[in-house]
Nanobody
Framework: EVQLVESGGGLVQPGGSLRLSCAAS????????MTWVRQAPGKGLEWVSD????????NYLVSVKGRFTISRDNAKNTLYLLMNNLKPEDTALYYC??????????????WGQGTQVTVSS
């Protein structure tokens, strides 16, 4: 059974940092690109970042580029999102998701339950 379990969210002041983790199990983690998406209150899903299988190709939403860093540890079956200089508009429920295969256009097939990030003074 595929499982994706996010952790690391919380309440942080503007300018602060958080590191999200996504522990993966039930599939060969190193075989799949992975992604982070978020959903702000009252809004739709928004793609944030993705990473290829070996971690050397990274993509970011323009508004988080330079502040967020996606990474993965294939030995630990874990995906990360380091978020620096957080802004109130980053407040959202953050999900990790698994791409169905190596072709990004085939979309995601499994999601975690999400971890809440709240940026507020």
């Amino acid at each position: 059974e595929v499982q994706l379990v996010e952790s690391g969210g919380g309440l942080v002041q503007p300018g602060g940092s958080l590191r999200l983790s996504c522990a993966a199990s039930g599939f060969t983690f190193s075989d799949n690109p992975m992604t982070w998406v978020r959903q702000a209150p009252g809004k739709g899903l928004e793609w944030v970042s993705d990473i290829n299988r070996n971690g050397d190709r990274l993509n970011y939403l323009v508004s988080v580029k330079g502040r967020f860093t996606i990474s993965r540890d294939n030995a630990k079956n874990t995906l990360y999102l380091l978020m620096n200089n957080l802004k109130p508009e980053d407040t959202a429920l953050y999900y990790c998701a698994k791409f169905r295969d190596i072709y990004y256009y085939n979309g995601y097939d499994y999601w975690g339950q999400g971890t809440q990030v709240t940026v507020s003074s």
